[in-house]
Each structure stands twice: as structure tokens, then as C-alpha cells.
T-cell receptor, first 114, second 115 residues
Framework: DTAVSQTPKYLVTQMGNDKSIKCEQN?????MYWYKQDSKKFLKIMFS???????INETVPNRFSPKSPDKAHLNLHINSLELGDSAVYFC?????????????FGPGTRLTVL | AQSVTQLGSHVSVSEGALVLLRCNYS??????LFWYVQYPNQGLQLLLK??????LVKGINGFEAEFKKSETSFHLTKPSAHMSDAAEYFC?????????????FGAGTTVTVRA
């Protein structure tokens, strides 16, 4: 029944490793997003996809690569992890058509890079 | 770029007291405005939103917010705080018109409720 789900919930890894976070939504939405929340709880958008097409690509290092196999899934792959990548990553989804529509957030993935 | 400023990174209230969280936006054109709440170790949940309809917006859990164009504000209030209101609150904005629905967040306000 979970509307927006993310796996894993926690991810602990070493510097230099490559890791992926998966996101799935069962709301039938066309648009999905990735946000990063840093240690001071500041939230910033990273990417958004509409129906598998990249819409927003903020100034995120090339080590971060989103992939949307279909409009219900948006995965985030991170290469060569760095200490500064430690954060909570949130996936979200919304309908496409009205900017005022609510974005539904997943529970987050806490990434810790050692 | 449109942004929001939340005044006060931390607000402490007594149970039963008024909760007032301040948010100001910077835009010459009224944007869409949102308040989200984040409970500990959880994702964000929408409390309420302003999308150019009624200026007084009622949300979930007894919260409401008033859009004031003259003050470029969208402050969040709840008449009587409950212990369960302890959480992080974020004001957010989407510029209008928008072709990417980019949600920009304020820095957040941590609310603690004293018994």
C-alpha cells in the first residue's frame, strides 16, 4: 500500500564504492524527483523525470546518475562515493499538469559514507 | 530565483499554546506555496498549500496558513499545540508559471512542544 517506496532505508558504505538507491511509486504519477537532505536538514532538488524524460538536472556532480526505466521507477546510481555524499535522499512523485499539485515523498534513504 | 525564508530555526511552545511558524517568499508574481512536515526519521508530508485560490488555507492536523501578498508572507499557525506536533516544518515554493514544478524549500523550523 506504500505510495512511494525506497530501498534500501539505510546504506553504509566505504569511500570510492558505487551504490544505487531504488524508488517506486504506485500512484500512477508521471513525474518523479530526487531530493538530498544534508546534515542540517536542508532539502535541495537533484533531478526530476517526467514520463522517463529528464526535466530538472541541478548542479549535481556527474557521479550521480538517475535512471528511469518506466514512469513508476526512478533509481539513483552514485559512483565513487565521497564523504560529502552522506545525507538522506528522498524520492518523490507528483502528477504532471499542474504545478500546484502535491509532491508525495518516500521515507528516505540514509546514506553514510565512511 | 524564487525562494522562501523561514524566520526562526527553532520554535519551542507549551502544549496547548499557539504555534506560529513564519515564512516569507521573494517573488514579484505570487508563487505556489506549501508547508510540509517531517516527523523524526520519516519522509515529508503535505500540511497545506496555496495555489491562488482562497488566501486562508486550512490543512491537516488543525494547521492553517494565510497568504498575504502585501507582506509576501505565508505564515503557518495552529491554535493549540499538541505533543504530536513536535517535528520539522518546511515552507516551500514553486514559481509561477512553472514548466518544471521545481520545489524550493526553506531551511526548516524545528518545533518542540513542552508538556
Amino acid at each position: 500500500d506504500t505510495a512511494v517506496s525506497q530501498t534500501p532505508k539505510y546504506l553504509v558504505t566505504q569511500m570510492g564504492n558505487d551504490k544505487s538507491i531504488k524508488c517506486e511509486q504506485n500512484l500512477g504519477h508521471d513525474t518523479m524527483y530526487w531530493y538530498k537532505q544534508d546534515s542540517k536538514k536542508f532539502l535541495k532538488i537533484m533531478f526530476s523525470y517526467n514520463n522517463k524524460e529528464l526535466i530538472i538536472n541541478e548542479t549535481v556532480p556527474n557521479r550521480f546518475s538517475p535512471k528511469s526505466p518506466d514512469k513508476a521507477h526512478l533509481n539513483l546510481h552514485i559512483n565513487s562515493l565521497e564523504l560529502g555524499d552522506s545525507a538522506v535522499y528522498f524520492c518523490a512523485s507528483s502528477p504532471w499538469g499542474t504545478a500546484g499539485d502535491e509532491q508525495f515523498f518516500g521515507p528516505g534513504t540514509r546514506l553514510t559514507v565512511l | 530565483a524564487q525562494s522562501v525564508t523561514q524566520l526562526g530555526s527553532h520554535v519551542s511552545v507549551s502544549e496547548g499554546a499557539l504555534v506560529l511558524l513564519r515564512c516569507n517568499y521573494s517573488s514579484s508574481v505570487p508563487p505556489y506555496l506549501f508547508w510540509y512536515v517531517q516527523y523524526p526519521n520519516q519522509g515529508l508530508q503535505l500540511l497545506l498549500k496555496y495555489t491562488s485560490a482562497a488566501t486562508l488555507v486550512k490543512g491537516i492536523n488543525g494547521f492553517e496558513a494565510e497568504f498575504k501578498k502585501s507582506e509576501t508572507s505565508f505564515h503557518l499557525t495552529k491554535p493549540s499545540a499538541h505533543m504530536s506536533d513536535a517535528a520539522e516544518y518546511f515552507c516551500a515554493v514553486i514559481r509561477t508559471p512553472s514548466n518544471d514544478y521545481k520545489l524550493s524549500f526553506g531551511a526548516g523550523t524545528t518545533v518542540t512542544v513542552r508538556a
